[in-house]
T-cell receptor, first 115, second 113 residues
Framework: DAMVIQNPRYQVTQFGKPVTLSCSQT?????MYWYQQKSSQAPKLLFHYYDKDFNNEADTPDNFQSRRPNTSFCFLDIRSPGLGDAAMYLC??????????????FGPGTRLLVL | GDSVTQMEGPVTLSEEAFLTINCTYTATGYPSLFWYVQYPGEGLQLLLKATKADDKGSNKGFEATYRKETTSFHLEKGSVQVSDSAVYFC????????????FGTGTRLLVSP
């Protein structure tokens, strides 16, 4: 019973061609997160939504945008992908009812390849 | 800023061996600490957590104790199985502000029969 679903699992795009990654959740959680994980590195938080409130990390490049049209769906848009954007992109959710102690639930990730 | 340091892998063990994966952290205040596991082709799953000093998290035979005096949260298991082969991530959530996970770089565990 998938709870956090990411599509597609693998995405190939061309240098500079906009690409959108998708995440959906069946948990009805308030918070959705996007992480970038490059090869052999730690996942790095790009931004998160608390309900409709968007929160960008200070060092997230402007090339990365996100949309959350409703509770269940969240999209990651990369406006002009560069070779350095090739990575695994992880979506996660959490209830958002308490700080610090709650669990984040992760999807399987989308691996992006930029040619 | 906050950071997590894990031992480099891969860690290669035979089935039924004892496992330790070291994790130390740097943070202000009193962060919460987590271990996540990533099996091949899957997303991250929470393995265990501890929210205050001297707490012990445990799950599926894995244990880790929050040691504030040594700023450590080492993962241990008494007898590993082939099915434990995965990448293990140590992470912290800062004590202030909204929950934000800071991850270590991960340690790959390979268990052979």
């Amino acid at each position: 019973d998938a709870m956090v679903i990411q599509n597609p699992r693998y995405q190939v795009t061309q240098f500079g061609k906009p690409v959108t990654l998708s995440c959906s959740q069946t948990l009805n959680h308030n918070v959705m997160y996007w992480y970038q994980q490059k090869s052999s590195q730690a996942p790095k938080l790009l931004f998160h939504y608390y309900d409709k409130d968007f929160n960008n990390e200070a060092d997230t490049p402007d090339n990365f945008q996100s949309r959350r049209p409703n509770t269940s769906f969240c999209f990651l848009d990369i406006r002009s992908p560069g070779l350095g954007d090739a990575a695994m992109y992880l979506c996660a959710t959490s209830r958002g009812e308490t700080e610090r102690q709650e669990t984040q639930y992760f999807g399987p990730g989308t691996r992006l390849l930029v040619l | 800023g906050d950071s997590v340091t894990q031992m480099e892998g891969p860690v290669t063990l035979s089935e039924e061996a004892f496992l330790t994966i070291n994790c130390t952290y740097t943070a202000t205040g009193y962060p919460s600490l987590f271990w996540y596991v990533q099996y091949p082709g899957e997303g991250l799953q929470l393995l265990l957590k501890a929210t205050k000093a001297d707490d012990k998290g445990s799950n599926k035979g894995f244990e880790a104790t929050y040691r504030k005096e040594t700023t450590s949260f080492h993962l241990e298991k008494g007898s590993v199985q082939v099915s434990d082969s995965a990448v293990y991530f140590c992470a912290l959530s800062p004590s202030r502000g909204f929950q934000k996970l800071v991850f270590g770089t991960g340690t790959r565990l390979l268990v052979s029969p």
